[in-house]
């Protein structure tokens, strides 16, 4: 069953950054936290590489009853090489998730 989610707010390094999102579709709640990492990551990212933010969205769903959920999300690097098709993937970040509540 799919759960709808919008961001609350989203802060670095203990500061409030000014990211309004959108409304992320997923089956839990942590998914949709890295749907939004991804789309914060975006305009927030700097030239360090390492990212890490805490992201605080609540449940939008019809009939839920709009509980919010911390998450502190990074962007680590950590290459992984994938087969596919026969072609050779290579992904260079993972992003990590970890509860706050």
Do not use: C, H
Not at 18 to 45: C, E, H, N, V, W
């Amino acid at each position: 069953m799919s759960r709808s989610f919008t961001v609350e707010s989203v802060y670095r390094s203990g500061t409030r950054k000014s990211f309004s999102g959108g409304r992320y579709i997923s089956d839990t709640p942590s998914g949709a936290a890295k749907k939004a990492f991804s789309q914060a990551y975006k305009s927030l990212r700097d030239k360090s590489g390492r990212v890490s933010l805490e992201i605080n969205i609540r449940e939008t769903t019809r009939g839920s009853l709009g509980k919010t959920f911390s998450y502190r999300v990074t962007r680590v690097y950590d290459p992984v090489e994938v087969y596919r098709k026969g072609e050779l993937i290579t992904y260079d970040y993972t992003t990590k998730i970890k509860s706050l509540n």
